[in-house]
């Protein structure tokens, strides 16, 4: 099992996807470390709360991962987020610093949303509420979500991704737009971070392209930038060998 005294690894996923995106990079980073994976809330196996009133945000995601930090009794994890997934982790860092021994943040950015950027979210929120989310929001999302390269070398790649797309709830997908659209600029609690830092960048990412991830590398002290060749936003399934490696470098 390598040495396992390395913290254990969360690894929270993109939108509109869920936990099975780190499927090929399962195996090998659960032999260095613990692994956790959650589906967040709305998403793949997990409900949205009953009842749930309270405007989305992801600080309520990021309480989930504390939540679930405590119910497996773990002090201190390393945390990796891709997309969505990155700004829960910078959600965590505002929530709950002293839960954080490591942070790799793939295919993500520290800034808020344009306001046109807003209001697209906000459209397809109530786009998904009225018809569903099977169909279109795969085919208005592979072209963004994958790197050319793999839409032309990889197709069992780009129908994982569609079968997983097409498989989100509605209310969990608009609820997820909801909250990023809602998400603050996070540059200042970036600034603060005194943990190993790994950025993952593809080269390909058409959503958030390297000068981006550039730009946060330079936000955290002492972090590591890495650009992934041939691979677009969605770099753990696209290119999962340099994921493992980055990764790794932040687990102690």
Do not use: C
């Not at 692994?35 to 709305?42: A, E, H, K, S, V």
């Not at 992801?58 to 991962?65: E, F, G, I, M, Q």
């Not at 119910?71 to 982790?89: I, N, P, Q, T």
């Amino acid at each position: 099992m390598g040495d396992m005294s390395s913290l254990p690894l969360v690894l929270l996923h993109a939108y509109p996807l869920d936990a099975r995106m780190w499927d090929s990079v399962r195996a090998p980073l659960s032999e260095r470390t613990r692994l956790i994976t959650p589906d967040q809330r709305g998403l793949g196996r997990t409900p949205l709360p009953e009842g749930g009133t309270a405007a989305p945000s992801l600080d309520h995601a990021a309480r989930d991962v504390v939540a679930l930090l405590d119910r497996l009794e773990l002090d201190k994890v390393v945390v990796g987020g891709s997309s969505m997934g990155g700004y829960v982790a910078m959600a965590l860092l505002r929530l709950a610093p002293e839960r954080i021994g490591g942070l790799a943040f793939i295919g993500t950015k520290a800034t808020a949303d344009t306001p046109e950027a807003r209001e697209n979210r906000l459209n397809v929120a109530r786009r998904a509420e009225t018809e569903g989310t099977a169909g279109w929001l795969a085919d208005e999302m592979l072209p963004t979500l994958l790197g050319e390269t793999t839409r032309r070398r990889r197709p069992e790649v780009v129908e994982r991704v569609r079968e997983i797309v097409d498989g989100q709830p509605p209310a969990g997908v608009a609820w997820a737009q909801r909250a990023m659209a809602a998400r603050p600029d996070s540059t200042d609690v970036l600034r603060t971070v005194d943990v190993p830092t790994v950025v993952v960048a593809g080269e390909e990412d058409a959503v958030m392209p390297p000068e981006v991830l550039r730009d946060l590398a330079d936000t955290v002290p002492n972090a590591e930038l890495v650009v992934v060749p041939e691979a677009g936003h969605l770099i753990p399934l696209e290119a999962p060998e340099p994921v493992v490696d980055a990764v790794s470098r932040v687990l102690g």
